[in-house]
């Protein structure tokens, strides 16, 4: 079992910058792949970032690449995501998520263990 909790959000202006991070218990946290997904309103969950288990490759959304970095840092179980000059688009509810399948995934079904998400709004 794995528990995830992210923290971070919040309302900002477009352009701005947000920190997001997601704290894990449970399973050894370097064992395992971790990503970030956003959901806006009427919309599916989407991919952002992954980050293979130690840390060495990241994959990131075309919508996202160059303005957010997904990091981690074992020794704490944490993984975070860097979000530089937000976008209103970039509004959306965000969820880190543990992939102890083996692998990375860039899918939703990928993963196995949620966290509960945090709100990020950036007004125009």
């Known amino acids: 079992q794995v528990q995830l909790v992210e923290s971070g959000g919040g309302l900002v202006q477009a352009g701005d910058s947000l920190r997001l991070s997601c704290a894990a218990s449970?399973?050894?946290?370097?064992?395992?792949?971790m990503g970030w997904f956003r959901q806006a309103p009427g919309k599916e969950r989407d991919f952002v970032a992954a980050i293979t288990r130690l840390g060495l490759t990241t994959y990131y959304a075309d919508s996202v690449k160059g303005r957010f970095t997904i990091s981690r840092d074992n020794a704490k179980n944490t993984v975070s995501l860097q979000m530089n000059n937000l976008k209103p688009e970039d509004t959306a509810v965000y969820y880190c998520a543990a992939q102890t399948t083996g692998g990375v995934g860039l899918k939703s079904y990928d993963y196995n263990y949620w966290g509960q998400g945090t709100q990020v709004t950036v007004s125009s």
């Open positions: 449970g399973r050894t946290f370097s064992s395992y792949a």
